[in-house]
């Protein structure tokens, strides 16, 4: 709590003067001509809003956590690194005047390669490489040396899939509060020795200390939502982002709620297949599924109002969340 209360007044104290900041410098965000045509009133509001959520929820964590705990200083050097990838990509973009950014090989090869790092990392450290199945009693799966590889999909397509997600004033940020308040949940339950027995579900000892990384994530995001409520103030670009999604991937890893993480992330999840299926279908057939990819972009087109589609992505995400803890007894 005290994390929380720390991250959320630092957020609400230090966003105004970085929105003030990126304003006098004119790095405004740029819009993309091929995409929806109400989306051209938002060019040159500020972005990278992301720095100031992510740097307070990983200073907070390292104000209050163990500093000895391996499982803090992955999770939060994970985060930073995939924030500095999105800040080098939003840099180019709004700095550099370069629409493309980081090329998407490289984005890619940044995250592959963190995500091993990190996952090698964790299994050495001492991860169980043993996954449960969602909703099942003692159905798992030990992975072995599969799990390297399982775990860096996990934190890539993760991240990915929070980056897809933003591209309306605040979607992304609401699912993003409801997940992290999941995975607060689960790794304070993980760490716990006697919640885990009586739960029966994996003790991860010194998971515990990532609900108060959680939480923070919580709170920051509630007070980038202060500035990020449409109409948007700031946009929190690819630095906030890629490393929210990074992050959510590390907290599902270490408190072994690996795959539940398709539903409390469900809205990413459908997010991203969308994308995934749009360009497939064109690729074999010419012809597109959606209207425009990713979905909340076919919505809009379909005439729904922007506030609607958020709220809404809002409300799903909270009803998943709820849905993802309660696999912690529906077992």
């Not at 709590?1 to 720390?6: A, E, K, P």
């Not at 990509?89 to 091993?116: E, T, Y």
């Not at 409300?315 to 529906?330: C, D, E, G, N, P």
């Amino acid at each position: 709590m005290v994390g929380f209360i720390l991250t959320l007044i630092s957020v609400l104290v230090f966003q105004p003067r970085f929105i003030r900041f990126i304003k006098f410098k004119a790095f405004g965000q740029p819009i993309r001509e091929d995409g929806p045509q109400t989306h051209l009133s938002k060019s040159g509001t500020p972005t990278m809003g992301g720095v100031v959520w992510i740097l307070s929820a990983v200073i907070v964590t390292l104000l209050l956590a163990d500093l000895t705990n391996l499982f803090v200083w992955v999770t939060v050097l994970l985060t930073l690194c995939y924030a500095a990838l999105g800040f080098l990509d939003d840099f180019r973009k709004v700095v550099r005047k370069n629409p493309k950014g980081v090329s998407a090989k490289m984005k890619m090869q940044w995250q592959i390669a963190g995500a091993l790092v990190a996952v090698i990392i964790l299994k050495f450290g001492g991860l169980s490489s043993v996954v449960t199945i969602p909703f099942t009693k003692e159905m798992v799966i030990d992975l072995g040396w599969l799990f390297i590889p399982f775990g860096v999909l996990i934190i890539v397509g993760a991240s990915n899939a929070v980056n897809l997600t933003d591209g309306l004033d605040g979607l992304v940020t609401g699912p993003v509060m409801t997940v992290a308040f999941a995975y607060g949940v689960f790794s304070y339950a993980a760490g716990n020795i006697q919640i885990s027995d009586y739960l029966k579900i994996q003790h991860v000892a010194g998971a515990g200390d990532l609900s108060i990384f959680a939480a923070s994530i919580l709170a920051g995001g509630l007070g980038f939502l202060w500035f990020n409520s449409f109409p948007a103030q700031v946009f929190m670009g690819d630095v906030g982002a890629l490393a929210l999604g990074g992050a959510i991937g590390v907290l599902a890893l270490v408190t072994k709620q690996e795959l539940i993480l398709l539903v409390a992330g469900g809205v990413f999840v459908v997010e991203a297949l969308s994308v995934i299926l749009q360009v497939a279908s064109f690729k074999l057939t010419g012809r597109r599924i959606f209207k425009m990819a990713p979905i909340h972009h076919h919505f809009e087109l379909a005439g729904l109002s922007e506030p609607k589609i958020i709220v809404r992505a809002w409300i799903i995400s909270i009803v998943l969340a709820v849905l993802a803890i309660s696999s912690l007894k529906l077992r």
